[in-house]
């Protein structure tokens, strides 16, 4: 006994139609989309002119930089590794005071950038342009303002993370805000709470979560930025590479780079499994 297949009916034609938008561009459209790569590639080369990038000299840098490379094996410590050690220990602290700092900073901030929780436009509208500003500025030129202001050492190093990440952090914790749902803030307000306890047990369920790992974010990032920032005075094990490469230690270089890279990446695995174990609790709840 024959079974004959039912095929499903035929419904491309229904398909295009409904979709035909997407098939058709006008000639403008058409012009545009063969424009754009080639004015990208023409900025390019202008870039490449404007600047002068003297390509004759990759041949004779990937020489020299062949030679560093053959200067850091092997790794050694050179008898400083009770400082290494310690500059490690220094630049964690800088990451983690910088991070709390801006958290705590930050976090109050962020309600008055919210569109929904800014108890005026003008002033959301000020706050954010505030955080603009903040965030314009990279954290190592806020490392060196930093440095000619309270000297050389971890301290300027915490107060460049920290002023630095109010901005990205406001911002952030503010756009997290705005995109929670109203509903839970609309039970609450109309079982007869007041707008304090809205935000309470309305808003903060939903985007504590967000915000959490957003800082575990950021601290893990910061422990790069210190490192970057200690190379300009603000203390660190930034400050013992830029001491090392100076004196052409190399070996010692390259130790401390692993010390680095090991550190960073333990950090991360350990805020990758807090991240999942926050996102799954939000899931579960």
Not at 78 to 106: Q, R, S, Y
Not at 150 to 167: E, K, M, N, Q, R
Not at 217 to 243: C, D, H, K, P
Request: proline share 5%; net charge positive; hydrophobic share 55%.
């Amino acid at each position: 006994m024959s079974t004959r297949r039912i095929m499903p009916p035929d419904d491309s034609a229904a398909v295009l139609d409904r979709h035909r938008n997407l098939f058709s561009h006008s000639p403008l459209q058409r012009v545009l989309a063969f424009a754009a790569p080639f004015c990208i590639g023409g900025l390019a080369i202008f870039a490449v002119w404007w600047l002068s990038i003297p390509f004759s000299q990759i041949g004779p840098g990937l020489a020299s930089l062949g030679k560093f490379i053959a200067l850091m094996f092997p790794p050694s410590t050179g008898g400083h590794l009770d400082l290494l050690l310690k500059a490690m220990g220094e630049t964690l602290a800088i990451a983690f005071l910088g991070t709390l700092i801006a958290t705590v900073v930050a976090f109050p901030v962020s309600f008055l950038a919210a569109k929904n929780t800014a108890p005026h436009p003008t002033i959301r509208f000020a706050i954010r342009r505030c955080l603009d500003t903040i965030r314009g500025i990279d954290a190592l030129i806020w490392a060196l303002v930093f440095v000619g202001v309270v000297g050389l050492g971890p301290f300027a190093g915490i107060l460049a993370i920290a002023v630095s990440d109010t901005g990205a952090l406001g911002k952030l914790f503010s756009e997290a805000i705005e995109s929670a749902e109203e509903r839970a803030r609309e039970s609450v307000l109309a079982s007869g709470g007041t707008g304090l306890l809205a935000v309470r047990f309305g808003l903060l369920p939903q985007v504590l979560p967000i915000i959490a790992g957003q800082i575990l974010y950021y601290f893990e990032s910061n422990v790069r930025s210190a490192t970057i920032i200690g190379i300009v005075g603000a203390g660190g094990i930034g400050l013992q590479l830029s001491e090392q490469i100076r004196t052409y230690d190399f070996d010692q270089v390259a130790f401390a780079v692993i010390m680095i890279l090991v550190t960073v990446a333990f950090i991360d695995g350990i805020s990758s499994r807090l991240r999942f174990a926050i996102i799954g609790r939000r899931t579960v709840t």
